[in-house]
Nanobody, 125 residues
Framework: QVQLVESGGGVVQAGGSLRLSCVAS????????MGWFRQAPGKEREFVAAVCWEDADKQYADSVKCRFTISRDGAKNTVYLQMNRLKPEDTAVYYCADVGPSYTDLESPNDWAYWGPGTQVTVSS
């Protein structure tokens, strides 16, 4: 059973930074990707970023490009999301996800197999 646990959320002023971490355990297959999604109140869960375990290839949502950086440490089974120049519209619950053995649409939450419980990020103006 894959388990994902996020940490690092909190309250920060606009323009500030936070670093989220996600530790994965129980992985028994070669999943290609780990990623981050977020969900603001009243909105659908949206893709933020993803990284390949194999070659660290990365993909970002347009809304976070040049501000957020995703990275992974294979030895620690940990994925990070460094968030800089945060904006009030970045306020959301952030979820770590593992895509599992296969996927079709990287940016669709429906294609991701495993999820963490989420961590709240609040950006004040």
């Amino acid at each position: 059973q894959v388990q994902l646990v996020e940490s690092g959320g909190g309250v920060v002023q606009a323009g500030g930074s936070l670093r989220l971490s996600c530790v994965a355990s129980g992985r028994t297959f070669n999943s290609d990707l780990m990623g981050w999604f977020r969900q603001a109140p009243g909105k659908e869960r949206e893709f933020v970023a993803a990284v390949c375990w194999e070659d660290a290839d990365k993909q970002y949502a347009d809304s976070v490009k040049c501000r957020f950086t995703i990275s992974r440490d294979g030895a620690k089974n940990t994925v990070y999301l460094q968030m800089n120049r945060l904006k009030p519209e970045d306020t959301a619950v952030y979820y770590c996800a593992d895509v599992g053995p296969s996927y079709t649409d990287l940016e669709s939450p429906n294609d991701w197999a495993y999820w963490g419980p989420g961590t709240q990020v609040t950006v004040s103006s």
